[in-house]
């Protein structure tokens, strides 16, 4: 079984360009989540989908951040303008259902480096 | 949102067990306890996940209290690719997730 993919792995920007991420979630996964991690702290939700749906969105800075699910399937992540601070790895994950149960996957992730 | 507390870094050698503690003393009765682990530049890996009752698998054993306010991870016999930022995390019944700093865990050769 393919697991999660996302690409770019590395992106280097300056501040107040513009960037996006694309995630492919495990086939058949109805809930699809992007991250956050900064350097030394665990990853922070960002948004999260239940198929095309937007679920929890709550910690997205909706200024400068934007995401979007097409088709319940793949997943990008978009940063416009970028930030010094928008520097760290953009992690992409998946499951199967929605619950306290379900299990997730996640991708490599997506270095983002912002100059 | 129900918090985990973890001790930052943990020494274990090899070949050896490891015990990783966790504090989640604000859990709900519906709260799951879920383990993952982080290997360097790499994203997060599913460990194990309980309610109640202990439970084991291919990587670990999940110990958890009976009062549900703390559990401990259970790695039987560590091994250099053990180590790894572990996260102990609680996922509400409708999906809430924080992740805390976890513990960094070194393994001695």
């Known amino acids: 079984e393919a697991g999660v993919a996302q690409s770019p792995r590395y992106k280097i920007i300056e501040k107040r360009q513009s960037v996006a991420f694309w995630c492919n979630p495990i086939?058949?996964?109805?809930?699809l989540y992007w991250y956050q991690q900064i350097l030394g702290q665990g990853p922070k939700l960002l948004i999260q989908?239940?198929?095309?749906?937007?679920?929890?969105d709550s910690q997205l800075p909706k200024d400068r951040f934007s995401a979007e699910r097409l088709k319940g399937v793949d997943s990008t992540l978009k940063i416009q303008p970028a930030k010094l601070e928008d520097s760290a790895v953009y992690l992409c994950?998946?499951?199967?259902?929605?619950?306290?149960?379900?299990?997730?996957?996640f991708g490599p992730g997506t270095r983002l480096l912002v100059l | 949102d129900a918090k985990t507390t973890q001790p930052n870094s943990m020494e274990s050698n090899e070949e050896e067990p490891v015990h990783l503690p966790c504090n989640h003393s604000?859990?709900?009765?519906?709260?799951?306890i879920h383990w993952y682990r982080q290997l360097p530049s790499q994203g997060p890996e599913y460990v194990i996940h309980?309610?109640?009752s202990n439970v084991n698998n291919r990587m670990a054993s999940l110990a958890i209290a009976e009062d549900r306010k703390s559990s401990t991870l259970i790695l039987h016999r560590a091994t250099l690719r053990d180590a790894a930022v572990y996260y102990c995390?609680?996922?509400?019944?409708?999906?809430?997730?924080?992740f805390g700093k976890g513990t960094r865990l070194h393994i001695l050769p």
């Open positions: 086939s058949g996964h109805a809930t």
């Open positions: 994950a998946s499951s199967l259902g929605f619950g306290g149960r379900e299990t997730q996957y």
């Open positions: 989908f239940q198929n095309n749906g937007v679920v929890d």
């Open positions: 604000t859990i709900s009765g519906t709260d799951y």
């Open positions: 995390i609680l996922r509400s019944r409708d999906d809430k997730i924080i």
């Open positions: 309980g309610l109640t």
